[in-house]
């Protein structure tokens, strides 16, 4: 292993944000700001899936391993991929072209600003999804908040100053306990990194305060209810790019933190906790499901399924079943396409009549067919209707629950109804019904790039609808091995009275 | 007489501030040629210093005077912070009326009472050492006579401190008294045994020192001096009498008491807990950014006692490392400060910096990345001081203080935020002044560059702290 391909990639997106801060753009538009932003993202997306290709799906040790002195005898650079992080970063290098895709219609003002917040971001998001060390792994973690902060605030809605503030405090109060956790972690076991800390293991009278610190953090980003009212506002108030990379990928950290830290170092509390999480994730599923069917925003209705759906997540991970992690993983990768798919179809529809009020909408079918095609295909996803990727996430999440308890696998499978009953209602109101409204009638339907845009998130959503072996396979070895290493069958039997 | 030239730096700014006083009471209209003379002195003074062979003994002059390893690092800390204070602040003084010869050769007593404070390794060496550096602070806060807030903020100063050297001169004689010498290393012979007076002595002391470094609850001056005096002499407040208050908290705990750990060891948590979360909570509502920055400097000097709380070489080490990069991000600040300028008239309101990213993109970048930074998150070097302090905190097992620390941190970012929103959120007001001397944009430009880079090897300045040994 010479080339340092994974370092490659994280530091990619930043150098092509120091070009575009040094270089001065001829013309006020920022076009060619934005044509490097895209060949760099774009670039970053084929170099990713070269690592997917060459990555060697039946070796259950990370791959592609590089290791620094950063602080001295403390801390090194320490990142690499296994079967489960690898797909993440796919999704990552993935949605962020889009991302800049979509910059033409919505950042009105100061877009330069804009594509380096955006790509800043995609290296702290990659990094978190590589990093092998606890302190790098936090570092990153908290790092995404700068950005994301100032993407709300700047270029947000109307409460866009209490959106980012919400989000920025919520965050970091969620994650200075994590912080103190990993401090704890190295003064206990000696180390940081997480490859050795998998041999060693952490006695299991720490663990559960550990899995506290860690799951504060991860529980405010997943969002879990009770902290989830972060994440209405802030995707409400967010521009469309800002929407699409927080449901898509920044939410996706805790429930990738989740698998790899909460499950992979403390394996008897995760255990111990399960009790919890299946209660808050049915709380979440249910509740935000009618929450959602409630709503007259268009993207806080698709904000509460969002919280749903990680809900699905939740549940699905702490089964600790080879079907529930794997379901997870598939749900969050699917959700990841879907939710960015819906933020964009709202940001469609924004652009043209300025409100995200569902009442203000109502038989966009007639004056705008492709539209209504694509949107139609996101539906369903988000609802899980089989053939689509969102139906073989929660098809195995509810699969690996029943292993472990029906009632909660029934309660969860309520919450799929819910589920399609508000997107189904969303549908029906906005596409369906008269044209009854003035203005509507001059909405013209998707232009180019638009199309563009959203069918390359319909035919991933529809090919791993139908074929998920290639997602499938990638994780199922990693999964295995994180079950096995940590003996999470065993305790399953222990804890089933077997 | 043999150790002379061990003290060099130390006798070549007592005779630069000598020569320069003839120097410009004799020559007419000069106080920007001393003031020049003065920043070169001091480059003069950190090359000395740099160049000075510590390894023979570190003890000087019967033991009174400490020229180890720690006082070093400490004075070429303080140095060079003086350095960039006068690099940065030299169109300030000119524009607001300050520039008299007197001002730069102040600062230079000043600086050369905490290089004594820094090294002195006995009680009165200390005090002298003390003193001088407070006298020549006093005439500096209400250095801009005319100012009704400068020169309330001077005779604040004045009459607080005087109360905090009392306290701590009755301090030091109880412990005289209890310990039969004033020499750090024989006090530590001679207090086998905890008694009463000593501890009385050393809470005493710590009150005073606790005054220099405005910890709560002995912070009440801060806020008032750091508004009321001119930005250039604030600056020199925030930053270098911290770094010589620190070094004796250091050398006052770690060497004559050290066995005593258990009495003073509650009470410098309480100062720190107190200043953490008093600090986090009262910027919250302030609307001038040198009152702000008042407050916030209470908070960080929490974190760094809280280092210090520990115990432990370790602990130590990561106070130095925090001063060290709390310097760089208030002087980054501060330098901030100074090219808010409109006029001939600088502004230091935080309504004032409204939209200013529209205007000042670079500068808005730069403050943007301070604040962040003071606010501790990272990847900036803020985090990493933070992050220091709560390793060493932690591996004491003091949960408790490295949650409250943590907690203070997330309300004392609210008010950074607030300042970044007004910056990029708030629609923009007039324009400010984008012509800056060289000095400035230079200090500036280095110490942003330090923040925003440190993480790419955080192990340079841990790796020369931690030679540092105390004992």
Redesign the interface.
């Known amino acids: 292993m010479n080339f340092p391909i994974l370092s490659s990639l994280i530091l990619l997106p930043t150098i092509g944000a120091l070009f575009i801060f040094f270089v001065r753009s001829s013309n006020s538009q920022y076009q060619s700001s934005k044509y490097v932003a895209l060949f760099i993202t774009l670039a970053n997306f084929f170099l990713s899936l070269y690592l997917w290709i060459i990555f060697d799906k039946s070796l259950v040790d990370f791959q592609f391993v590089e290791e620094r002195?950063?602080?001295?005898g403390?801390v090194n650079y320490k990142v690499g991929i296994d079967g489960i992080s690898i797909l993440f970063i796919l999704l990552t290098t993935f949605i962020t072209p889009i991302c800049v895709l979509t910059v033409n219609a919505t950042i009105k003002n100061r877009l330069k600003?804009f594509l380096i917040a955006i790509l800043i971001l995609e290296t702290f998001m990659i990094g978190v999804f590589c990093s092998l060390d606890l302190?790098v792994f936090?570092?990153?973690f908290?790092?995404g908040?700068?950005p994301m902060?100032?993407i709300i605030?700047?270029w947000g809605g109307e409460r866009?100053?209490y959106s980012?503030?919400k989000f920025?405090?919520f965050t970091?109060?969620g994650s200075?306990?994590m912080?103190?956790a990993i401090?704890?972690i190295?003064?206990i076991t000696g180390t940081t990194d997480v490859i050795k800390l998998y041999e060693l293991g952490i006695d299991a009278k720490y663990q559960n305060l550990l899995w506290l610190a860690f799951f504060s953090s991860f529980a405010v980003k997943t969002p879990m209810w009770p902290v989830h009212t972060w994440l209405p506002d802030a995707h409400v108030e967010a521009p469309t790019a800002g929407s699409v990379l927080l449901a898509a990928i920044l939410l996706k950290m805790a429930g990738y933190g989740f698998i790899r830290f909460s499950l992979g170092l403390f394996p008897d509390a995760s255990l111990y906790f399960v009790p919890l999480v299946y209660t808050l994730s049915l709380i979440a599923i249910i509740y935000t499901s009618l929450v959602a069917l409630m709503q007259e925003d268009m993207k806080k209705l698709i904000a509460y399924s969002s919280v749903a759906h990680m809900g699905f997540v939740t549940l699905g991970i702490f089964t600790m079943t080879q079907q529930g992690i794997e379901g997870s993983i598939f749900q969050m990768i699917s959700h990841g396409l879907v939710s960015a798919a819906l933020f964009l179809c709202v940001g469609v529809v924004y652009d043209r009549l300025h409100t995200r009020l569902i009442n203000r909408y109502g038989g966009l079918v007639s004056i705008m067919p492709k539209y209504a095609i694509v949107f139609m295909v996101f539906t369903l996803g988000a609802l899980g209707l089989p053939g689509t990727s969102g139906f073989v996430g929660e098809f195995l999440v509810l699969m690996g629950t029943f292993k472990k308890n029906i009632l909660v696998a029934t309660i969860a499978s309520l919450g799929v109804i819910l589920g399609a009953a508000y997107m189904l209602w969303l549908y029906k109101r906005i596409i369906f019904g008269k044209l009854i409204i003035e203005d509507e009638k001059k909405m013209v339907d998707l232009k180019r790039f638009e199309i563009v845009t959203l069918w390359v998130l319909v035919l991933p959503i529809i090919f791993f609808g139908f074929y998920p072996e290639p997602l499938i396979n990638s994780i199922e070895v990693s999964v295995a091995n994180l079950i096995d290493m940590n003996d999470l069958d065993k305790i399953n039997k222990l804890a089933l009275g077997e | 007489m043999e150790n002379l030239q061990l003290i060099i730096p130390e006798l070549f700014i007592s005779i630069m501030i000598m020569f320069l006083l003839i120097f410009g009471v004799f020559k007419k209209n000069s106080s920007q040629l001393v003031y020049n003379l003065t920043t070169v002195s001091l480059v003069a003074a950190l090359a000395l210093l740099i160049n000075l062979d510590t390894q023979i003994q570190p003890l000087l002059f019967d033991n009174s005077y400490n020229i180890d390893s720690l006082s070093r690092f400490m004075k070429i800390l303080l140095i060079l912070s003086g350095i960039f204070v006068m690099l940065s602040s030299s169109k300030y003084i000119q524009i607001s009326k300050i520039s008299k010869i007197e001002y730069p050769i102040l600062i230079l007593c000043s600086i050369l009472g905490m290089m004594v404070m820094i090294s002195s390794n006995d009680l009165i060496v200390f005090y002298m050492g003390l003193e001088l550096q407070s006298l020549a602070l006093y005439v500096l806060a209400s250095f801009n006579r005319d100012n009704l807030l400068s020169t309330e903020s001077g005779l604040k100063y004045f009459v607080l401190s005087a109360l905090s050297s009392g306290l701590l001169l009755y301090g030091c004689s109880l412990i005289y008294g209890f310990s039969e010498t004033t020499n750090f290393n024989q006090i530590m012979v001679n207090t086998k045994e905890i008694e009463y007076g000593l501890t009385f002595g050393i809470v005493f002391i710590l009150v005073g020192l606790a005054f220099k470094i405005s910890a709560v609850p002995f912070h009440m001056w801060a806020p008032d001096v750091y508004q009321g005096s001119p930005t250039s002499v604030t600056v020199f407040f925030a930053l270098l009498p911290k770094i010589a208050a620190l070094t004796v908290f250091i050398r006052f705990l770690y060497i004559p008491f050290y066995e005593l750990g258990d009495q003073w060891q509650m009470i410098i948590i309480f100062l720190s807990i107190a200043s953490m979360v008093f600090g986090a909570v009262a910027a919250i509502g302030q609307k001038n950014l040198k009152r702000l920055i008042a407050y916030s400097s209470i908070s960080h000097m929490g974190y760094a006692l809280a280092g210090l709380s520990t115990g432990t070489t370790q602990g130590v080490q990561s106070s130095i490392t925090y001063i060290t990069i709390y310097l760089v991000m208030n002087l980054a600040f501060f330098s901030c400060l100074f090219m808010l300028k409109r006029n001939d008239e600088y502004y230091e309101n935080i309504d004032d910096l409204s939209g200013l990213s529209k205007n000042h993109p670079l500068l808005s970048l730069s403050l943007l990345v301070v604040l962040f930074s003071l606010a501790g998150i990272p990847p900036l070097a803020g985090f990493f001081a933070k992050f220091y302090i709560f390793v060493a905190v932690i591996n004491e097992k003091m949960y408790f203080l490295a949650i409250v620390g943590l907690l203070a941190t997330v309300i004392a970012a609210f008010y950074y935020l607030r300042i970044i929103k007004i910056i990029y959120f708030d629609p923009e007001k007039e324009k400010f002044e984008s012509k800056h001397n060289l000095g400035l944009k230079f200090t500036l430009v280095a110490s942003t560059f330090f923040i925003l880079a440190y993480f790419i090897y955080p192990s340079g300045i841990v790796d020369i702290i931690s030679q540092i040994n105390i004992n």
């Open positions: 002195e950063w602080i001295s403390f600003d302190v936090y570092l990153l908290e790092a908040l700068i902060f100032l605030g700047i866009r100053v980012a503030f920025f405090l970091l109060l200075v306990l912080l103190i401090i704890s190295y003064w």
